[in-house]
Nanobody
Framework: QVQLVESGGGLVQAGGSLRLSCAAS????????MGWFRQAPGKEREFVAA????????YYVDSVKGRFTISRDNAKNTVYLQMNNLKPEDTAVYYC??????????????????WGQGTQVTVSS
């Protein structure tokens, strides 16, 4: 059983920064593709970024390219999302997700097997 726990959310002014963390337990972390998603009130869950297993590529949704960076520390079983130059439209609950040995449609929530509980990010204007 894989457990994912996010942390690092909060309230920040526009232009500010936050770093989200997602700690994983119960699996060989390096073998998992890790994704970050977000969901704003009344909207569908949206892909934000993914780190492909085995030292593969990182991917981002266009709206966060150049502002957000996904990284992982396999020794600590943790994936991070560094968010800079935050905008009010980034306000959402952010979730991390995991799936083993997968590098396909990483942008689809349905492709992931495990999810964290989410952490709220609120950006004020």
């Amino acid at each position: 059983q894989v457990q994912l726990v996010e942390s690092g959310g909060g309230l920040v002014q526009a232009g500010g920064s936050l770093r989200l963390s997602c700690a994983a337990s119960g699996h060989t972390f390096s073998s998992y593709t890790m994704g970050w998603f977000r969901q704003a009130p009344g909207k569908e869950r949206e892909f934000v970024a993914a780190s492909i297993w085995g030292g593969g590529t990182e991917y981002y949704v266009d709206s966060v390219k150049g502002r957000f960076t996904i990284s992982r520390d396999n020794a600590k079983n943790t994936v991070y999302l560094q968010m800079n130059n935050l905008k009010p439209e980034d306000t959402a609950v952010y979730y991390c997700a995991a799936r083993a040995y997968y590098s396909g449609r990483y942008h689809l929530p349905s492709m992931y097997d495990y999810w964290g509980q989410g952490t709220q990010v609120t950006v004020s204007s």
